[in-house]
């Protein structure tokens, strides 16, 4: 037989097995969300950041501009991501040294609760080099 003192704690003890659960059940919901948001947030970044580098190849092509590489980016995103996350792109082309480069920047929401809640802003950008049309030379 135990002591009434056991027994007196054993009573008080009844159902914190009930709220540790709860409590443990709490915090393994917010991590996993997180690890959720931050997947999400990650996809969009590198989406974004693919799809301004595709875009800038196609701009650098011969017979290409800077506006068809910073329009393919917005396609690519608006089938990828949404085209909300398009509005903000623009291109040109930059020296770098002795190379032609276009350029493609793209400044989008980055999603910090779900993809329709509030959002901070990502600014992205893809380089390729411009290609240039060689001249037939005949001997």
Do not use: C, K
């Not at 290409?64 to 909300?84: F, N, Q, V, Y």
């Not at 930059?94 to 609760?113: F, N, S, Y």
């Amino acid at each position: 037989m135990r002591p009434r003192w056991q027994a007196l704690r054993a009573e008080a003890e009844r159902g914190s097995a009930v709220v540790d659960f709860v409590l443990v059940s709490i915090l393994v919901v917010v991590l996993v969300m997180a690890l959720v948001q931050l997947t999400l947030a990650l996809h969009v970044r590198n989406t974004l950041i693919d799809a301004a580098s595709e875009g800038a190849r196609l701009g650098a092509l011969v017979g290409s501009s800077p506006a068809d590489g910073a329009e393919r980016t917005r396609e690519l995103i608006g089938l990828t991501i949404s085209p909300r996350y398009a509005d903000r792109v623009s291109a040109r082309t930059v020296q770098r040294g002795d190379l032609t480069l276009v350029r493609i920047e793209v400044h989008a929401p980055l999603p910090v609760i779900g993809l329709l809640g509030p959002s901070a802003v990502v600014s992205v950008n893809g380089h390729a080099v411009v290609e240039e049309q060689l001249v037939d030379q005949v001997p």
